[in-house]
């Protein structure tokens, strides 16, 4: 193993860091190594203790160093090992000053659940196991917010269960899906857990870019798997001219004739973009998704699945095999808060808050000359030199973003980091945009 000590040009915390950083990332320092003392190191490189612990602490941020106590501190294996393979990079369990790495909803503009439920009445069936999975009310609640007649809905327990289940009914070992790249690293795991194919499309800021996707097309993938709006991670949103393009190339293409579209509308209410689907030119091909956990709470795990009647009864059948189906009792919940003059209000203050956060920190990065673009929703995909000392520079000023390359097809994805925008304040836009701009470059001037 190289000495440490002689892989430090600048003896500062930040300096540390990003020497034992590069020794992780070229190998040198492997997983389970146990790393010097902080009282070695510092005596090794004539720097005082809380120097090299500010130094430990900074990589213990960025996830790429953990203590043990007594017994040391150990470059980190991979977290968690019962989370999926690409689901481990979103690992949110460290701490840091600001959180910007989980891409979930910031809880304070989450519509208030305590007034609601001390009102509501369920007047849904609870006990029954052969009553009809959706209660009436929010079944035709939903039918009114498609973005096309759907000729069924269903409740699920969220969008990836949506799309888990739908996969589960649609496709067959060593076929390809078509996705965007970069996408959603769950989506990835879940069509590794398959045996899928991942075909990635490239996409600019209104969604799959029309070339690329037809040469894709040309793999005759079994399914199309797309993020309608405020896409995770980048923030696009399909435009409906995009749609109907893309729409037009999947009904005239000759090599995926049969290929079935899954669009995943993920922030729903809180998305500031028209809600697009390609069903206009392939109704009978096309299952549109819908889910609440970004709008509503996460926990409440619930979301909405409608297309074709004979896709949407065979996910039903299935799902009466396993969970049986979505709790009434929530789907309740859900419709109240879908009604409810006040919860409306929260919903629609927080969409609004979003997009200022947005606006203000993308307005702050431009006046330090990074380009963001404008996007939707509560995530951003921002570009940057190196993304592990980015990491590394970020966790020094005590924020934690997620790293890029989970959410990447190919050998060598371009170094981006993904930051949730939505949880940073308007009055904090200033700071935290100087911290990403200065991140951003980091390894750029020191090349």
């Keep these: 193993m190289k000495s440490v000590a002689l892989a430090v040009e600048e003896r500062s915390p930040h300096g540390i860091a990003s020497a034992i950083s590069r020794l992780i990332t070229t190998g040198d320092?492997?997983?389970?190594?146990r790393?010097?003392?902080?009282?070695?190191?510092?005596?090794?490189?004539?720097?005082?203790p809380a120097t090299v612990s500010h130094a430990w602490q900074t990589l213990a941020s960025a996830g790429l160093i953990t203590s043990r106590g007594r017994s040391g501190s150990f470059v980190r294996s991979a977290p968690r090992e019962w989370m999926p393979r690409r689901y481990q990079g979103l690992d949110g369990s460290l701490e840091a000053a600001l959180d910007l790495s989980r891409g979930t909803p910031d809880p304070a503009l989450l519509p208030r659940l305590g007034p609601l439920l001390g009102s509501l009445e369920i007047h849904a069936d609870t006990t029954s196991y052969?009553?009809?999975?959706?209660?009436?009310?929010?079944?035709?609640?939903?039918?009114?917010?498609?973005?096309?007649?759907p000729e069924s809905i269903t409740v699920t327990n969220g969008a990836l269960d949506a799309i888990d289940r739908a996969l589960g009914t649609i496709v067959r070992y060593g076929d390809r899906v078509?996705?965007?790249?970069?996408?959603?690293?769950?989506?990835?795991?879940?069509?590794?857990?398959?045996?899928?194919?991942?075909?990635g499309v490239q996409m600019d800021a209104d969604g799959m870019l029309p070339d690329a996707f037809a040469r894709a097309l040309g793999t005759a993938p079994s399914v199309v798997l797309l993020q309608t709006r405020a896409h995770n991670p980048t923030g696009a949103s399909l435009t409906p001219e995009r749609a109907a393009q893309l729409g037009r190339l999947l009904a005239r293409s000759r090599t995926a004739p049969n290929a079935i579209v899954i669009e995943d509308d993920h922030s729903g209410s809180i998305s500031s973009s028209p809600d697009v689907t390609l069903a206009s030119a392939v109704p009978e091909r096309v299952l549109h998704v819908k889910s609440f956990s970004k709008s509503h709470g996460?926990?409440?795990?619930?979301?909405?699945?409608?297309?074709?009647?004979?896709?949407?009864?065979?996910?039903?059948?299935?799902?009466?095999?396993?969970p049986g189906w979505t709790s009434r009792t929530i789907q309740a919940i859900l419709h109240a808060l879908l009604t409810d003059p006040v919860a409306v209000g929260e919903v629609d203050a927080a969409r609004a808050a979003y997009a200022a956060r947005r606006a203000a920190l993308r307005s702050e990065l431009l006046a330090v000359g990074v380009d963001l673009p404008a996007g939707d929703g509560i995530n951003a995909w921002l570009p940057v030199a190196d993304e592990r000392d980015a990491l590394v520079h970020l966790a020094a000023a005590g924020i934690r973003v997620a790293p890029g390359a989970p959410f990447q097809l190919g050998d060598s994805p371009a170094p981006h980091v993904r930051v949730t925008v939505g949880?940073?304040?308007?009055?904090?836009?200033?700071?935290?945009?100087r911290a990403l701009a200065s991140a951003a470059n980091t390894g750029l001037a020191e090349g």
Excluded: C, M
């Design 29 to 33: 320092l492997a997983p389970g190594d």
């Design 35 to 48: 790393l010097p003392t902080v009282r070695d190191l510092a005596k090794d490189l004539g720097v005082s």
């Design 130 to 149: 052969q009553a009809k999975p959706d209660i009436p009310e929010l079944h035709d609640l939903l039918r009114t917010t498609w973005p096309s007649p």
């Design 178 to 199: 078509l996705v965007e790249n970069p996408t959603f690293p769950p989506f990835l795991d879940l069509l590794e857990a398959y045996g899928l194919e991942p075909v």
């Design 298 to 322: 996460p926990d409440l795990r619930i979301g909405a699945l409608g297309g074709p009647r004979a896709l949407v009864d065979r996910v039903v059948a299935r799902r009466l095999l396993g």
């Design 423 to 433: 949880v940073v304040p308007v009055e904090s836009a200033r700071d935290v945009a």
